[in-house]
């Protein structure tokens, strides 16, 4: 998300460079560190007041997190790709699906391509608030339980293959109901943590009457079904694999650096699809996007989604290797360069060359 609570991220970066944690001496260490596509300049401005004025770090370098995915070698996430290809392809597209909201960036030769990126406001609190919300109504009041139900989310919902008819089985007795779940929640006397408990063998739940029991039935694939289908909840916006389809017809031959058609731009885009971020982990997630992706996309192209084994810290891995380059040294700007040049030279380091600074400050 974007960052608007300076104070109390302060508060968080303190701790993290402590010397309990990082044991970290600013004036001597570069820092990378990711913000949302299309952050704000006055957030972007303070980003850099607080690291070289507050922190004074000896250089650092701000990206954004899909970018820092693409430095691993997303080849390896399709079955089909030969393990020796050491680099990523020329065309990629990410689907960073995580707290806040959802973004598609389609990459080509390793850049972003700003004009072609689309965002979905939905992401892991939309659903969770859903979901406590339907809770509240349904059988406890959970609305001041955000913590609790998370877990709840991602323990047991899922992402549905075939929603018309998990619903017909949601309706069956409980024997007859594959779906139906009983999360026990926590009491912090016994359960410091909730828990899915099993069915008995015949089909049927327990009877224990001194736990608070949640029955999950098909509020497990009604929630993450806001992720391809915003409508459900009122709101005005495609789903996932729609907006993935947008993002890929947005691309145009003249973003290459070299000559090549639009059929070919976009069957490279649909052959390169990756998946991360934290709604990237409900099951069978991976499995709809390409699912619903095949029947959208043009039956001449080939479908290819792929997603790390942890599609949260996907990123940091991608982070650590770029860190570790010589372009990541280029890219860096030093204390001394902000000191005298101000944040515009971060503007021109960090802004991918889409717009020229002409004069920096002085």
Avoid at 221 to 240: C, H, K, R, W
Avoid at 300 to 317: L, N, Q, R
Avoid at 331 to 360: A, P, Q
Wanted: hydrophobic share 35%.
């Amino acid at each position: 998300g974007y960052l608007t609570n300076w104070e109390v991220e302060k508060g968080i970066w303190d701790r993290v460079f402590s010397k309990e944690v990082m044991n970290c001496d600013p004036k001597k260490t570069s820092l990378l560190i990711t913000e949302p596509c299309f952050d704000l300049p006055n957030i972007q401005k303070a980003y850099d007041e607080m690291i070289f004025e507050v922190y004074e770090f000896q250089s650092y370098c701000r990206t954004i997190a899909p970018w820092l995915c693409i430095q691993n070698n997303t080849s390896r996430l399709y079955n089909d790709r030969p393990h020796s290809q050491s680099e990523s392809p020329d065309c990629v597209l990410v689907v960073d699906s995580g707290y806040s909201f959802t973004h598609i960036i389609p990459f080509v030769m390793g850049r972003p391509i700003f004009p072609a990126i689309r965002r979905i406001n939905i992401g892991g609190k939309l659903l969770t608030n859903h979901l406590k919300e339907i809770v509240s109504f349904r059988y406890w009041d959970m609305m001041d339980q955000t913590y609790v139900m998370n877990e709840v989310k991602e323990s047991c919902c899922y992402v549905s293959q075939d929603f018309l008819a998990d619903l017909e089985i949601c309706r069956r007795n409980t024997r007859d109901n594959p779906i139906l779940q009983e999360y026990v929640l926590p009491d912090f006397s016994r359960n410091s943590k909730g828990f899915i408990r099993e069915k008995k063998s015949g089909g049927e739940m327990y009877d224990q009457s001194d736990e608070q029991v949640l029955y999950m039935n098909n509020e497990r694939f009604t929630v993450p079904e806001i992720l391809f289908n915003p409508s459900d909840i009122g709101m005005n916006q495609a789903g996932i694999p729609e907006v993935i389809v947008e993002a890929i017809n947005a691309t145009h031959p003249e973003m290459f650096p070299f000559p090549v058609n639009d059929v070919d731009l976009q069957g490279l885009f649909y052959g390169n699809i990756v998946l991360v971020g934290g709604n990237s982990l409900f099951s069978g997630y991976k499995e709809r996007v390409e699912k619903d992706l095949r029947v959208l996309a043009p039956s001449e192209f080939e479908v290819k989604v792929g997603i790390p084994e942890d599609p949260i810290t996907y990123a940091w891995h991608g982070g650590s290797k770029f860190a570790a380059s010589p372009e990541f040294n280029e890219r860096l700007v030093t204390r001394s360069e902000y000191m005298e040049h101000g944040s515009n030279i971060c503007l021109k380091k960090f802004g991918w060359g889409d717009g020229e600074i002409d004069e920096l400050s002085e």
